[in-house]
């Protein structure tokens, strides 16, 4: 058999309240060719029931780790991961229906990219947004060629690990964009980094001076549009 065509990241700490969303926008894709890894880390809650509801006697893969930071959890689903492209989601976020078979499509017609950027949405201002596909520091909005991320792992960093590794494969990857909102990006869950941005709680010490610039665009982008 064949490698899958996408493997799924999801690092999962603690999202119950997110996890159903998150997991049927997955695995009802009208793209079937993908493998998902759900890396469980210092669960306490229910997101391990939920998660089993979904690959329990199934080929698609469930790691337990205990490092309560979602780089190293991804760092994780990717020493598993063996398909072709690899796609990150935040276990707070969900992919828009058809989002893997749009994403498939223009990868097919892209041959020689290292990542495909696509559009998202999210809610902004008290109104549902979407942005164009742009490089913008995050995983989750792209696709990643895995030969391209070959040995490179996310930092073991608190938080702002995804700025860190963008700001390190960025630069030397060959981009294309795909200008349709395809991912859903959850800024609202209460506790999130995103979240203590907006309300000024964020303390930007815990940001490596390599990533600040990156960081503190990301901080206006937000302030900006909620």
Sequence with gaps: MSNPFFSVIVPVHNA????????????????????????LDSCTDESEYIVNEYTA??????????FGRAGMARNAGLDA?????????????????GAFRRIAEELERQKDIDILAYGFEWKGRGAALQSRARIYPAVWNKAWRREFIGEERFPDWI??????FAKKMHPRARFA??????????????????????NGE?????????????????ERWLKENY
């Design 81 to 97: 991961a063996i398909g072709e492209w690899i796609l990150f989601m935040d276990d707070d976020d969900w992919y828009l229906p």
């Design 159 to 164: 938080h702002t690990d995804d700025l860190g």
């Design 177 to 198: 964009f795909l200008h349709e909102a395809l991912y859903y990006y959850n800024f609202m869950r209460v506790g999130s980094v995103s979240d203590k941005i907006r």
């Design 202 to 218: 964020y303390d930007n010490s815990l940001i490596p001076e390599s990533c600040r610039d990156a960081a503190e665009g990301y």
């Design 57 to 66: 006697y199934t080929t698609h893969k469930k790691i337990y780790t205990d």
């Design 16 to 39: 119950e309240k997110y996890m159903r969303r998150g997991m049927n926008s997955i695995f009802g894709q009208d793209f079937k060719n993908f493998e998902a890894i759900i890396v």
